[in-house]
């Protein structure tokens, strides 16, 4: 909308890390790592336990059979317990249990890694390629997995490994056998994965951009599924060690094999269990459960590679250090000029500092103190990047690690005249405040309306949530008046959002935010996805609706232009700090720090030297400030 251009020395370049370094983005992920590294799971002690029994198992299996005596040797001496001479004992025909359990390790190994392998890539192939390609090839493929899923598998299983004589059926066979049937459960997760991320933005800007089909599967959803098919290839491997076991235990194993079933098997003919020789089965059966332990323990550190979300928080250095080092050097907020009553303030914060604490923690919110008046429009204005969101965020405590409030406080004055500490609330406390005195529309509100679920039942949830005592007609009436409120026909009540233009979604996120008749409304950029009369149409509501209601409202855009029309005071962030925060026509006529004189200059006047905005003075009804002048901006 705007062609506010990032300033030289702004957040994005600018904002400095905890730690004092000056790195830009210093979230950047794993920055400073070569790009293997980058690939690997940070170590952690769940990884290392995960790397330490697959790994010694697997080097069991694998390097143990040559340093063992043929597991088939039978010795006269007959079932003995463990002793120096056999470390795991004899059975029932003397044969060495510890031979004959790495033999069998590496047989269930190559049986798991085998059908793990095999699984992922057949439900890869049904999944993935059916799902993005879709039509014919997708209903072929579909039936085919459905097919393969109302077959109950065990029975299957016997039935084809019955079908094979023994001779034939080596561990491949098994394995082969134990594939074939496994793989259509994890196709249909795939599948729809598939046909939610197909119809991403990224996914479509890749295809607009020309990109081939085998390459949009592979660079833009592969990578997406990745943890998907790490896990399924886990359960696959050990789903297949289970099953193997299984047949094994009723004959129709792997014959001429050693494999954990085997041995569990014969341990059950020799009466291993009634002749209390728990060196002959315990093994076999620890060994199962610690290998799918191991591997399930990977799988936790494969997911925190993809999903970075899941890393755990880094402990930083004293918050006080943080502060000070962050905020030393940079200039000194300009204070409101009117002396401010505490009975006309709704919201105070004051030194509020909130840092992402990720490898290369950011300072995102430093030192951030301001007030909010009963009834006021505050902007909050700034360049992308520069800690707009996450103050709000952490205003309404809605921000999740790993950003993390150091210091500082918020502070809501109820027209009650109770005063609540933010960041003291408990759980069930901040759900029954949120939304019921301070609410919130968020960035791209307007997408995040369920689809399939009708305007009327999403605007019912909130108030059967907040206002259980309120009876079905009383809801139903007033979802029907907030959609009045801000324009919409409440005919529009049984639509669902994907009947509704954008403007019409973004009115009804605003409805729901004014539903429980909120004091403080928080809207991070409300209207930018909008065209400019559409948006004019929703900022004049919000003024509209403010004048009659009463409700404050914090209102977060990089857009300071529009702020100078829309707000009674604005705050200037930059790089985490607030730079300038004056009322709106001291910051147009008056800007007193560069940057906001930069920020100002940054948009083109069609007319004049700078700015093709001039201030309409709609918003000051309630102040009763002259309006300025004609808008340029609303064409
Ligand atoms: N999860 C995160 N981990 C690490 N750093 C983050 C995270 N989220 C945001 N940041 C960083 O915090 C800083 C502030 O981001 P924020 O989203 O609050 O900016 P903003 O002013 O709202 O930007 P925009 O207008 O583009 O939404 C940025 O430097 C950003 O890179």
Sequence with gaps: MTNLSPLPGGAEDSAPPVGGTTDPIASAPRRGKSGLRALLPSWSPKLGIGLFLVLGIALFGLIGPPFFSNPNAIDPIGMTEPSGEYLLGTTQTGQDVLAQLTHSTRGSLQIGLLVGVLATVLSAIFGIIGGYVGGALDEGFSLLTNVMLVIPGLPLVIVVAGFVPPEDRGWWTVALVLAVTGWAAAARVLRAQTLSLRNRDYVAAAKVAGERPWRI??????????????????????????????????????????????????????????????????????????????????????????????????????????????????????????????????????????????ERPVHAVKDVSLTLRRGEILGLAGESGCGKTTLAYAINRLHRPPAEVTEGTAVFHDREGQDIDLLALEREELRAFRWSKLSMVFQGAMNSLNPVISIHEQLDDVLLT???????AERRERCAEVLTLVGVDPQRLHSFPHELSGGMRQRVMIAMAMLLNPQVMIMDEPTTALDVVVQRGILREIIRLRDELGFAVIFITHDLPLLLELTDRIAVMRAGEIVEYAPAEEIYANPRHEYTRKLLESFPSLTGERGSFIRTGESSARSGRPAAGANERAQ
Excluded at 237 to 246: D, P, S, Y
């Design 217 to 358: 599967v592979s660079v833009e959803i592969l990578p997406n599924l990745l943890p998907l098919l790490a896990s399924q290839f886990v359960f696959a491997v050990i789903a297949a060690i289970l099953a193997e076991a299984g047949l094994s235990f009723l004959g129709l194993g792997a014959s001429n094999s050693h494999t954990l079933g085997t041995m569990l098997y014969f341990a059950q003919n020799g009466f291993a269990l009634q002749y209390e020789a728990w060196w002959w089965f315990v093994p076999p059966g620890l060994i199962i459960a610690l290998f799918g332990c191991g591997l399930a323990l990977i799988n936790f550190s494969i997911d925190e590679i993809i999903n970075p979300k899941l890393r755990q928080p880094r402990k930083v250095k004293a918050v006080g250090d943080v502060a000070q080092a962050a905020v030393a050097g940079h200039v000194a907020v300009t204070e409101p000029a009117p002396a401010e009553r505490r009975e006309d303030l709704v919201l105070t914060v004051e030194g509020l500092n909130v840092v992402y604490q990720t």
């Design 466 to 472: 907040h206002r259980p005592d309120m009876g079905k």
